[in-house]
Nanobody, 117 residues
């Protein structure tokens, strides 16, 4: 499984970005039973979970992004998304997508999100 995150950039506070993470070399049955997640890591800080989407369709968000971020997926495109609205300078970080199958974790390369005040 290979993941390729994209969609990061520089925006002003209050702006929006949509991150995408298409997965290649993954069969539908594995995709459908996997948990999807977006993490971020700011300079000098540990990587933290931002949002997750279970195989059953449940979502979970870090408190600081609730109501602003939305995680979703497109099964046909094997792609997981993170819609980020009303961005704040505190959201500045490198964002990583993650797919957890029944056997292992897969990580994409990070995409930088920079929010200026």
């Amino acid at each position: 499984v290979q993941l390729q995150a994209s969609g990061g950039g520089s925006v002003q506070a209050g702006g929006s970005l949509k991150l995408s993470c298409p997965a290649s070399r993954i069969i539908l049955s594995t995709w459908s039973t996997s948990r999807m997640g977006w993490y971020r890591q700011a300079p000098g800080k540990q990587r933290e979970l931002v949002a997750e989407l279970t195989s059953g369709g449940s979502t979970n968000y870090q408190d600081s992004v609730k109501g602003r971020f939305t995680i979703s997926k497109d099964n046909a495109k094997r792609t997981v998304y993170l819609q980020m609205n009303n961005l704040e300078p505190e959201d500045t970080a490198v964002y990583y997508c993650n797919i957890k199958t029944t056997s292992r974790d897969y990580w994409g390369q990070g995409t930088q999100v920079t929010v200026s005040s």
